[in-house]
């Protein structure tokens, strides 16, 4: 069964992740889709969870204020939209990852046969570039969808800001071929510490959105997001042992 609640006092994206995620904890919460606009939380539940348990979950934020709107048909009625499929939810990042590799290979390919150092130094160049300009978007609302999940961030929120930064410095020292052994050193370390909570979230199963793309993008956190930062720790490392 889906309920759909009122929710009100979200202004933003960062609002819409915290609301979703705090929802999403809740025992007997399944899922928790947001719509913005309508100021409206459509929640599927396992089992019935009283709307005080719904309320008290946003204690904290005294902001964010939830009543009963109304109850949807059950997922399966005729009407309900159908779940889009795995290709369809990740479309964006799977464009940007094939954008990335096709430049790639491009600039790896030399008269010479393929210099795949400059490969990969051209793919982490545009991943992190990429990756910092859809953060750069939005930068309030990536913090506070950050902060939902990442290790560093949940006890210090400033480092959602540091973190968009950081990856746009990344991007540009790769670039430019700037002390690569400095930058390697660095994405292993910055790339570490971002994955260990993609990993308790999805262990742990959480239904929470992704800010891998900052909130241009309504991508749920799941393998995919794990396997995007150890690509870049296994590509940073393999770079690093090289050169030394």
């Known amino acids: 069964m889906e309920h759909t609640y009122q929710v009100t006092g979200m202004t933003c994206a960062g609002c819409q992740y915290k609301v979703q995620t705090l929802l999403s904890g809740v025992p ?13 939380a459509h929640v599927a539940m396992d089992q019935h969870v009283a709307t ?3 309320q008290n979950s946003l204690k904290d934020y005294p902001k964010y204020q939830l009543s009963e709107a ?10 309900d939209k159908q779940p889009k499929s795995w290709a369809a939810t990740y479309k964006p990042i799977l464009l940007i990852f094939g954008y990335i590799l096709t430049i790639s290979l491009i600039a790896g390919s030399t008269v010479l046969g393929f210099d795949w150092m400059l490969a990969m130094r051209v793919f982490m160049a545009g ?27 949940r006890k210090f929120k400033s480092w959602g800001y540091i973190y968009a930064m950081i990856e746009l410095a990344l991007g540009l020292a790769y670039a430019m071929n700037l002390d690569p052994v400095i930058t ?23 239904t929470i959105r992704c800010a891998c793309l900052g909130s241009v993008f309504n991508l749920p956190m799941s393998t995919v997001t794990i396997i995007e930062d150890g690509l870049m720790i296994v590509m940073s490392g393999i770079m690093l042992l090289i050169m030394l």
């Open 127 to 153: 991943f992190f570039l990429i990756f910092s300009f859809f953060k750069m978007l939005d930068l309030d609302g990536f913090a506070d969808s950050y902060s939902m999940y990442d290790v560093v961030a």
């Open 52 to 54: 005080s348990a719904l």
């Open 70 to 79: 109304h109850v949807d048909m059950p997922a399966m009625a005729v009407g």
């Open 184 to 206: 390697n050193i660095v994405t292993i370390v910055v790339m570490t510490i971002s994955i260990i909570g993609v990993l308790q979230s999805v262990l742990n199963k959480k």
């Open 28 to 40: 007997g919460v399944k899922s928790v889709n947001i719509d913005l606009a309508a100021g409206e």
